[in-house]
């Protein structure tokens, strides 16, 4: 006689939106199980009875077999009588009061998906909204948990008969794809133009190619905001998009229509194929092709362009072959530079009318603006530059059991995060928190994600510059709400953010190697070139690149050739001529900068002394100058990029730093550039050993510091570390000396990783004042 046993089955993780309950439901029917499965506001839950043994095959293929797109933190089992069930069903979706559950991102169009789209038999022919339960819309769309259809925006688009059907179907592949639509149901698409449609659906479609294929640019509306597009191979109709967007020279990411067009263009491994295929499908950092033809505006000064795959049936259809139309597509942010993406259809007649000659729109809505991510990839996995669509809000899993927290980033490249439990929800890109537009995207972002995932924030972390809008936000609220307010000191947060993405439960301290371009410092002054002994709760500053003024404060950012100067006075090196800074800037500045610095020299009080910088970044500016590549920027970190650009990878001297008990001072290194210059030898040998020697620094300080008792783990963190020279460099020495390197794959070594730091730094703060 058979045993037959029941049992109740919870399942946390992200396991909605990504066809879990049909798993489940075929899963339970080909073991002949009986019982139901539904959506709660926690995750999923089961009840299933049958024979012990086959119990367990099932619970075991949770764990193991579950759908590619889910993520499986945690099955709980509690073992029961049998209820008698007759079958196995799914039922409806039940809330639970402050419950909640981690969301799945967008996803890319499935191939499943894509071979429907392209055939003329399918009722989904040539559809720009088709989607089933592997991919499409999810997070942009949702308002609200359980994820089901009238907690979306597509809750605008009652489902006509055969798409109803299709979605009460367990066996059908868009069971519960809760944006499941077609022609007769679903969005759809005109082009507009100065207020009026010539064209819609297919027509849309033909007219908007037509115009790109003439050098016109069009704003697209896209799945997490618009885009602007132009033709990536007309020289003229990429600058035109320059001059539009007031975008000089920070390159533009590209759309190409396959991966055929990749190899065009660029050069990509088979890891860096598997990431442009990705289901998030980013923007991929790769190296460019000398006989690329995509126009040289598109990233000027740069050996690199940033590609991406069509993510949506719409851009499937507006890259599709054809002869005489191009391969690859300008595809960036649809704002002027320096605002938020535009999503709202209202939003993008008012701020991009007149940036485009035509506006290619639909109307389902984009409840979250969210940017594309942007990646490189590092050792076969994904180094996250811009965390967002297709990642946020995927969460990062904590070492350890969070209470509720907001953790509120930094100014630039801003992201929060949110934590739960041992989730770490790290929102999608904010941006530049410098202007009221993205301060009130922050605001709105921080309010629906405390929403979606039921967080009642007990205290709130932020960081130490008095100034940053994110720090106000935080003072106040926490001051309005009566939250315990957790100030985070920069850099400590980009290495606590390391520790807390790989895991480590912060028992033992980790040498930080945390270099950027601006952090403000315990001592007021700006961090930038850090080495500390941290954990979670605090550091201690072992050792600093050597202070130099910072001439003009944020003028000196812009202009690197203050910082080449300033630091030839911190050397002893004359400014004679014979310099590319001396012969690019007008002598009147340089003698203005030179009596400002020895004014601030001479007169220690605060109306002429000089801010302070400790900055790797702008140490990276300085030799930039030095070689003539650029004296002023006009974007983050243009002249560290084209220096990395120049390098030589065959050249393998290295400039010496003194590499004192607590400065690292780059004098020998730049007396050495300065003789390598007056010698003739070409910048790309001074750019390679500049980096190099840099390197080398980070090895020997960290290999001191070990002998001396330090850690044997070292995290590598904050913007200079985007430097994939300088990281692959510096990794490959650590290891060799045997230390184990930590980098970043799920958070941006940027400022877009500083809020999980915040959040890691406040948890612990708290863990140790409740003990």
């Not at 049958?50 to 367990?56: A, C, I, K, T, V």
């Not at 390598?676 to 300080?701: E, K, Q, S, T």
Request: proline share 8%.
């Amino acid at each position: 006689m058979t045993v037959v046993r029941g049992a109740r089955v919870s399942v946390r993780g992200v396991v909605q939106g990504v066809g879990f309950r049909p798993f489940i439901y075929g899963l339970a029917r080909r073991l002949d199980l009986t019982g139901w499965v539904r959506n709660t506001s926690a995750g999923v839950e089961i009840a299933v009875d049958g024979p012990p043994e086959r119990l367990e095959t099932f619970v075991q293929a949770i764990r193991t077999q579950a759908p590619p797109l889910a993520r499986v933190d945690d099955v709980h089992v509690d073992p029961c009588a049998p209820d008698g069930f007759d079958a196995f069903e799914i039922q409806a979706s039940r809330p639970v009061a402050d419950a909640f559950q981690p969301i799945s991102p967008d996803i890319g169009l499935c191939p499943d998906c894509l071979r429907e789209m392209l055939d003329p038999a399918d009722r989904r022919f040539r559809y720009p909204f088709i989607n089933c339960t592997h991919c499409g819309p999810r997070f942009t769309i949702i308002r609200d948990i359980p994820y089901d259809r009238a907690q979306t925006t597509m809750a605008a688009f009652p489902m006509c008969p055969a798409c109803r059907k299709e979605y009460e179907d367990p066996l059908d592949r868009r069971f519960h794809a809760q944006p499941v639509a077609c022609p007769d149901c679903g969005p759809h698409i005109w082009l507009e133009v100065s207020g009026e449609r010539p064209a819609a659906r297919q027509a849309a479609l033909s007219e908007a190619r037509r115009r790109l294929q003439s050098g016109q640019i069009l704003a697209v509306k896209g799945l997490g905001g618009f885009h602007l597009a132009c033709n990536a191979l007309d020289a003229a109709a990429v600058q035109e998009l320059r001059r539009r967007k007031l975008r000089v020279d920070k390159p533009f990411a590209l759309m190409l229509a396959d991966l055929d067009a990749v190899e065009t263009h660029c050069r990509a491994d088979e890891a860096a194929r598997q990431l442009l295929q990705s289901p998030g499908r980013p923007v991929v950092i790769l190296p460019r092709r000398p006989g690329s033809t995509v126009a040289q505006a598109i990233a000027p000064g740069q050996d690199t362009l940033a590609v991406m795959l069509p993510y949506t049936p719409l851009h499937h259809l507006l890259l599709e072959r054809e002869e005489g139309f191009p391969e690859a597509l300008v595809m960036t942010s649809g704002n002027l530079s320096e605002e938020p993406i535009a999503t709202d259809n209202d939003e993008a007649r008012r701020r991009l009318t007149s940036l485009s000659d035509a506006l290619l729109m639909h109307d389902r809505d984009i409840h979250v603006r969210c940017d594309d991510s942007v990646v490189r990839q590092f050792e076969g996995r994904v180094y996250p530059i811009r965390r967002s669509r297709g990642y946020a809000p995927f969460p990062v899993r904590l070492p350890w059991e969070a209470p509720p927290l907001l953790a509120c980033g930094a100014e630039l490249k801003n992201t929060f995060c949110l934590t739960r439990d041992r989730y770490a929800f790290l929102s999608h890109h904010i941006g530049d928190l410098e202007n009221y537009e993205t301060l009130r995207s922050f605001e709105d972002g921080i309010a629906h994600l405390e929403r979606l995932f039921r967080i009642r924030p007990q205290a709130v972390a932020y960081d130490l510059h008095p100034d940053y809008l994110a720090t106000r936000y935080a003072l106040a609220r926490a001051e309005r709400e009566g939250l315990d307010a957790m100030g985070v000191q920069h850099h400590h947060a980009h290495i606590a953010a390391g520790m807390a993405e790989h895991g480590l439960p912060g028992d033992e301290p980790v040498i930080g190697v945390a270099f950027d371009g601006t952090g403000y410092g315990d001592d007021g002054a700006v961090w930038g070139g850090e080495i500390l002994l941290a954990d979670y709760v605090g550091y201690r500053r072992a050792c600093h690149l050597a202070y130099v003024p910072l001439p003009g404060g944020d003028l000196a950012v812009r202009q690197p050739w203050r910082m080449a100067l300033t630091w030839l006075r911190h050397a002893g090196l004359p400014w004679s001529d014979g310099l590319a800074t001396l012969q690019a800037v007008p002598p009147a500045q340089v003698r203005l900068l030179g009596s400002l610095l020895e004014a601030a020299a001479d007169d220690p009080t605060p109306s002429v002394r000089l801010a302070k910088t400790s900055s790797v970044g702008r140490l990276f500016d300085a030799v930039a100058a030095l070689v003539g590549l650029r004296q002023e920027v006009n974007y983050e970190a243009q002249a560290a990029m084209e220096l990395e650009a120049l390098v030589d990878p065959h050249e393998v001297s290295a400039y010496p730093f003194d590499l004192g008990r607590e400065q690292i001072d780059p004098t020998p290194a730049l007396r050495a550039i300065v003789a390598d210059l007056r010698a003739g030898l070409p910048p790309a040998c001074i750019a390679a050993r500049f980096h190099n020697g840099l390197a080398a620094a980070v090895n020997d300080l960290c290999a001191r510091l070990r002998s001396e008792g330090g850690p044997a783990a070292v995290v590598l963190s904050g913007g200079v570390w985007q430097n994939m020279t300088l990281l692959r460099k510096t990794v490959d020495l650590l290891r060799a000396s045997g230390f184990r390197v930590l980098v970043h794959h799920q958070v941006p070594a940027n400022d877009g990783g500083i809020p999980l730091g915040q959040a890691a730094v406040a948890a612990a703060r708290l863990r140790l004042n409740q003990e």
